[in-house]
């Protein structure tokens, strides 16, 4: 299947801006299952500064905001082409080690309710017993928008009962984690049935199976990730992993309007 | 109980050699003059901090670390012989964080538990893949040592992430030049005054590939509330460099600039006296308000050499610390010269337990504490100590390690009463480069001031010596 994205992020200031940097993980990479066709990044009022591959060989782009403007427009289109793999990603090939996937972060810590909720799947093994996780977890917290702060934990978020994708990610990644399967947190787009248009990028999880290698979890979705999916970055968390992180002195009052839009492109046979 | 060893009279009440010419000078000398001297030292010291305090005089009280003008002396050979073994350890430090960001040889090879670095948050995910401009990670350091006999040291610890403490070195030389010119004539003192250039041509050697003609070097400063303030304007003064905080600094065509009166002009090597949590609000701590929105990024992207690179406190983490005869030898192919006080590790139910059961004769350190807080001497706490300690070694064992106490080498201060022996330890200071590795000859000598006391901490009523190597 192919994906055809447009993703729009407009930032409007009340003031002009003195300085400011936005830190951008929003580029899809080429892997087994998925093959970037064409993928562009622009910016009005902005500039970018440089671009570098982390630890989780996510492309970064450090992007400044043009000393006096009041707003600024980052644009990302692209295709991208999707095979089924029923949520298989394959063996790790990061250059960070597996081992550090075992590690919790303060988005991941789990406490009490997360470890009662890891326990409750002793007995199952393997991609089963992470399967089973995905679903007590859709069960545990509810999707519900704007229920959460950004800067909640796992174990704050079961405490509540409800969250965003990222919410129920960061839960299923605390719960896997002490399960002894090393985990991760992927932000993407997800392609909905319903509609083209979105306000927000999509986040699942993914989990560490010795015969499989990386596998992906939706909680929200309660599925594996199918050709809808495509994988933007990964990190130990969400905060590792985050489309943007921005820091700037001078503009006040800041609005955010994001219009995504994913849609399947018909292949080209079918076009002729 | 063998008698301590000390450095100018031996364990007999024999003058050392190093010391045959101070003592002569010393007997010839009149006790009154050098208790004058001594407050004037004193005085002098107070002078300099105050002149380095004007943004807070509060604080200029603390910062007053008291001297003693009787100098700690080593000889030459000791120092040669010392050398080596700083070198070795240094060498095998920067192999060991290049490799622990790599590949972790050394952990597939099964000589480090991959559970000392999995969880320990002095590893930073974000140096995983990243080398820094001309390979070097830790361009100063600082190997606390300490003297047991004649020819007896141990590495207490190393200091891998921002050693402190040099601008006492150099001040305190500088005094003992302006108190006592007639010592320095009889006696050839290898010199210290050369740290500034040398640090400075070790940082410059370091500069990333984009760097046109001399390396811009800048010294970056938490600010005037910082405890040691004062040494980062003292050491940016000496090397002729900017001292800079996070708010003067941006991000311009992808380098990290400073503001000047023409413009923002890019620096090359910033030798950053922040710690790695509060350098980037963009990558790491978001609430910092001292560091420098996007220098990991520049950094990543490899535009600048950040001094010492970040994440280098899993080298000298008190639990590694247990590893470096390992590490050494793992990467140098040689036994370790320097060596390591035995440590036990106290997540080891077996060493927990010869904690435990030998409570009162032992050292216990905190894994991540520094600056002798929550550190208990075993031989001279009280019960109530030692019980309250009992409780929380048992509640958390994997935070402590425990040593035995080592009976640290004395060296003489001048009191009221004439000369009377306090424990030392000695903080030489190293630069690494592409160029090589450079030891300024002697370093800080830190003193406990109370008699028999263990800590030399200046956070805990430590004082310091001038440090003689002997030119022989």
Known sequence: MRLKIAHETRYSFSEPVRYGLQQMRKTPKSYRNQKVVSWETSVIGGKKELQYEDQHRNTVELISITPGETELLLRSEGEVELE?????????????????????????KPGPHVRELARSLHGREGLDQLHALMSAVAKAVKYTAGASASDWSAEKVMEAGKGVCSDQAHVFISAARLLGHPARYVSGYLMLDDRQSQEAMHGWAEAHVDALGWV???????????????????GLDYAGAAPVTGTRTGGEEESLSVAIEVAQQMSQSQEQ | MTKIFDEMWGREDALRAPYSQFGQWFEGEDPARLRAKQREAEEVFRLTGITFNVYGQAAAEERLIPFDIVPRIISGAEWKKLTRGIEQRVRAINAFLHDIYHRQEI??????????IKNNEAYLPEMVGVTPPGGVYTHIVGIDLVRTGDDEFYVLEDNARTPSGVSYMLENRETMYKMFPELFSQTKVQPVSQYPRSLLRSLSACAPSCAEGTPTVAVLTPGSYNSAYFEHAFLADQMGVELVEGSDLRVVDGRVAMRTTQGYKPIDVIYRRIDDDFIDPLTFNPESALGVPGIMDVYRAGNIAIANAPGTGIA????????????????TGEKAILQNVPTWRCNDPESLKYVLDNLDELVVKEVHGSGGYGMLIGPTASKKELAEFRKKLEAKPGNYIAQPTLSLSTVPIMTKAGLAPRHVDLRPFVLVSPEGVNITPGGLTRVALKKGSLVVNSSQGGGTKDTWVLED
């Open chain 1, 84 to 108: 089924e793999t029923n949520g298989v990603i394959g063996p790790h090939e990061s250059l960070t080690p597996l081992w550090l996937f075992d590690r919790q972060t303060p988005q991941t």
């Open chain 1, 216 to 234: 992906g979890f939706d909680v929200s979705n309660d599925q594996s990730p199918d050709t809808r999916y495509v994988r933007v970055a990964t």
């Open chain 2, 107 to 116: 952990v597939r090879a099964g000589r480090l538990p991959v559970e000392m």
């Open chain 2, 316 to 331: 000298d983490d008190k639990a590694i610390y247990s590893y470096m005869p390992e590490i050494v030898e793992f990467y």
